[in-house]
């Protein structure tokens, strides 16, 4: 093939593109700490193209994070992730307030599973009572929900207690005046850490919050310890919305067709 017939072949490769095609997914969060364990705030999620990056282990945290991390206040990541472009959609699994350990919240989000910055998943949440403790992703590419050839795979992941992030933001003192979900009354509160985020070493043996009762099973650093789990599921068009659908067609031509004979019988 010679250059030119690349180059029209290109254009016309192009010039096709893909239709958009909008879908529902749900997404849905289980608490899977046990009784008197760890809650979660309200989950933050993104869908993306890879290239939206939460946090990094190692570097400071960005404003968004903190905000979740340390109050479970997902605005500013939320802006953040409008503003970048790379994403298609997001959300917050806001329906029950704080997640309660065997506690389920889950939505359902419209999303182009055309659009290539459907591809990727995020998350983030804090984890609560804490100074600013949280968990999400830190590969922006850890979660492909549509493959390669186009196909939707979703997601299905536990996160472990091992897995329980230190935003690096503010010193984890668990004092109940700076710590949400103890006593804390007022966002951004606590003594700044001007840390960077790492793996959380675990809350204080027989500190404010593992020696209160309701948080005996809040030590993630247990064995085996789950946080949560996610899933990113396809919702399956109903057969019967398929057959409205279809009729609903039939009757929209019949009625084109009616009006084209009024149409000609007027001229
Ligand atoms: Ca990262
Ligand atoms: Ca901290």
New binding site residues.
């Given amino acids: 093939m010679n250059s030119m017939k690349r180059g029209i072949l290109a254009i016309a490769l192009a010039s096709v593109g893909v239709a958009a095609h909008a879908v529902d997914f749900r997404v849905s969060i289980t608490n899977m700490a046990p009784n008197n364990g760890t809650y979660l705030t309200p989950m933050w999620f993104g869908f993306h193209d890879g290239s939206f990056?939460?946090?990094?282990?190692g570097?400071a945290a960005s404003m968004g994070l903190e905000r979740i991390a340390e109050d479970g206040n997902p605005s500013v990541i939320g802006a953040d992730f409008m503003a970048s472009g790379a994403g298609s959609g997001s959300g917050v699994l806001s329906g029950i307030g704080p997640i309660a350990p065997g506690q389920s919240t889950s939505m359902v989000i419209t999303i182009d599973e055309n659009d290539p910055r459907s591809n990727y998943f995020s998350f983030l949440s804090m984890v609560i009572p804490s100074n600013d403790a949280f968990i999400g992703n830190?590969?922006?590419l850890a979660h492909r929900v549509i493959n390669e050839n186009g196909q939707f795979v979703g997601a299905d992941f536990i996160v472990l207690g091992s897995q329980v992030m230190d935003a690096g933001t503010e010193v984890n003192d668990e004092i109940p005046m700076n710590t949400a979900f103890l006593g804390q009354m007022m966002p951004d509160t606590g003594t700044p850490e001007g840390g960077v985020v790492g793996f959380h070493q675990g809350f204080m043996p027989g500190g404010n919050i593992l020696g209160n009762p309701m948080f005996s099973g809040a030590d993630f650093t247990a064995q085996d310890y789950q946080v949560a789990r996610i899933t990113v599921e396809a919702v399956p068009e109903p057969a019967t919305m398929a057959i409205i659908g279809l009729a609903g067609a039939a009757l929209a031509a019949r009625r084109r067709k009616k009006s084209i004979v009024e149409t000609n019988s007027t001229c």
Avoid: K, Q, Y
Avoid at 53 to 57: A, R
């Fill in positions: 990056d939460t946090f990094s282990v570097s830190e590969n922006p």
